[in-house]
């Protein structure tokens, strides 16, 4: 521990603001929950940093200040106004439940409740009222592949309604946690610039040995996977972006259709989107409607070469669009392409942002 | 020159076949083709190998012997019955009048001649009969884009009559030539597996160095641009997929929209395609339509872990198709996930298939 270290759970600042417990702080969101918590503006009183007994212990920067890291047990919710939590699916299933019970607001960034008709899904620049109904007092983040791409939707949604999305996602290695990121280094490592390897996949299976949380080497290559086996051949991931898409736009009947590919990229999801709409459709108009948008940037000009790609978006706060342009055989579609840091556009500045919503609340 | 070279220009093998010149030996479709015509049954007499004088006078293997590079120039298709050409639009724009002027049939993997309308733009897969029709003397071969995505949509096609297409590439660096796979190598061994440098542009930008051919960094990125800009903001690979895909199936009027991607893979482009046809699909009967497929491979199991990725397909001569899926909102819609090696099925074997096609109308 060092030497000036707080006890864990010690208050970390004695300002009047609710109490934040953050639950995954040793995590890939995590580590950018607590960067945002550190450079937003601040809005809490004490913030409780709370991982796996594994990695409790370690000592983190907060504010400033070097925090312990509380091992997860139910005392820790005790006096927790807020929990955000950043971790998987079953580790959330279990312990938001615990966390509400002891009176704490849940703000979940898994998949766990996503789709409870009691939970709201809520994106701050799109539907912000929904925080406010929230029964079990449980609210949910969108999964990172739908939540980049929903601000930007979002906007030109309320502006020609939206009708069907066709979706191809080129998704980042961190996307599946510090798993993914650490395996993608190790293969890029071991293939790094080998011009007799080239890209066969018996060599490339060979050199890049394990290939981890993927089915197929991910250095080199591109991997049409995301998630579990769904009915029909679809991927959960797949089956998510058409669920939340609808959940979050209050959209029951959307038309959605998406193939989810994994890039050899650590951090920034991508997706190329055709959209369909209610009416006609200018480019400069959706251009302009999408310039205008919080938290959406707008990076649209061919002729200079200018369009968003991964390595321009990581480490940034908005959802970046480009390549905005007409269907050529559709007056209502558009085509565009799109990214955004899926640990921080996708994953932490959302559910920060909720958070900040319900702190709000709470504060007098 | 190696000592059993053969001089430039003579005859490599005494059959009574048809004389045949590759233009653009030296070139990345180049090589493929000697290695295809090295391998595929021999249907030819003489074979010249053409490129330019820069690159002329090398040797290279071929049917078991080695033969030097004959600098490219008019008196190079005397005697011609077939020319192939890998190269460069300009080029083939300049040479290929030249071959025919002297007498040859011009089989043109460019894009010079793709969309002339007294050009027949073939797949022998597809529709081998527009071969004959050629009133200039000149077949044009598709994009390798388009090429390995009209071999797996025109079987669906004849089953299910096409209306609409959605496609997202994942196109291989390649696909630019030599230059783009250097480019690729030498930026993968500056980044290698620097978990420091992570993907953030700045420093992605200035490890890599030089761009190449790219308008970004393409190592650890995805660049959502291929080509030429055009109107509309759309780019010239973007309007290839939808012109050259209308001609080749003969639908004049098919709707057709693309997003062109390249990714940091170094041969084998990858297609996202949603496809809207005129009767309903069913998921198993598209599958075994696919299956059973001339040159398509149909490798979809997801319950195994089974589809397509560039690293499979590198070296092979087919269209590999997988992740076949009835849209859930869309009875007559499917979407699916293709590879093909771009150098070998989306090039050079569909450009000898199509000599292959004219040799046999010339060999009595």
Redesign the interface.
């Known amino acids: 521990m060092a030497l000036n270290a707080r006890p864990a759970g010690a208050r970390t600042r004695g300002t009047g603001g609710p109490t934040l417990a953050v639950v995954g702080a040793t995590g890939a969101v995590g580590a950018v929950l607590i960067d945002l918590l550190s450079t937003r503006r601040d809005v809490y009183g004490e913030i409780r940093l709370v991982a796996s007994p594994r990695s409790a212990g370690r000592t983190l920067a907060l504010r400033g200040a070097d925090v312990e890291v509380a091992p997860l047990a139910p005392e820790v919710f005790d006096g927790v106004d807020i929990a955000v939590f950043g971790v998987p699916d079953a580790v959330a299933a279990r312990w938001v439940p615990v966390a509400t019970g002891r009176g704490a607001v849940a703000v979940d960034n898994s998949g766990a409740f996503r789709m409870a008709p009691d939970v709201p899904l809520v994106v701050p620049e799109v539907n912000p009222e929904r925080v406010r109904r929230r029964p079990r007092g449980i609210v949910a983040s969108p999964s990172c592949t739908t939540l980049s791409m929903i601000m930007v939707i979002g906007a030109l949604h309320r502006r020609y309604g939206l009708r069907?999305l066709?979706v191809?996602s080129?998704q980042a290695a961190s996307g599946v946690g510090l798993e993914g990121v650490d395996t993608l280094?190790?293969?890029?490592?071991?293939?790094?610039?080998d011009?007799a390897l080239?890209?066969?996949?018996g060599d490339?299976?060979c050199a890049v040995g394990e290939f981890g949380p993927f089915?197929?080497?991910l250095a080199?290559?591109?991997?049409?996977?995301a998630g579990e086996?769904r009915d029909?051949?679809?991927?959960s991931e797949e089956l998510k972006i058409?669920e939340e898409s609808r959940k979050v736009l209050g959209l029951r009947?959307l038309?959605?259709?998406a193939?989810c590919?994994r890039?050899?990229?650590?951090?920034?999801h991508?997706l190329?989107v055709?959209a369909v709409f209610e009416d006609r459709v200018d480019?400069r108009e959706a251009q302009a409607v999408l310039a205008g948008s919080p938290g959406v940037v707008l990076c649209?000009n061919?002729?200079t070469?200018e369009?968003?790609?991964?390595?321009?978006?990581?480490?940034t706060d908005p959802a970046w669009v480009?390549?905005?342009?007409?269907?050529?055989?559709?007056p209502k579609?558009l085509?565009?392409?799109l990214c955004g840091d899926n640990l921080r556009n996708g994953a932490a500045l959302n559910t920060a942002q909720i958070a900040e919503l319900v702190a709000a609340e709470l504060t007098p």
Request: aromatic share 8%.
């Open positions: 069907e066709v191809s080129y280094y190790e293969q890029m490592e071991k293939v790094g610039g011009r080239g890209n066969r996949a490339l299976r089915p197929a080497p080199m290559n591109v991997v049409p996977w086996v029909g051949g679809w991927s058409r009947d038309r959605v259709t193939t590919v890039v050899p990229v650590v951090t920034a991508s190329s055709h480019q649209d061919p002729e070469q369009f968003p790609t991964p390595a321009d978006v990581v480490g480009g390549r905005v342009r007409r269907s050529l055989d559709d579609a085509d565009l392409f």
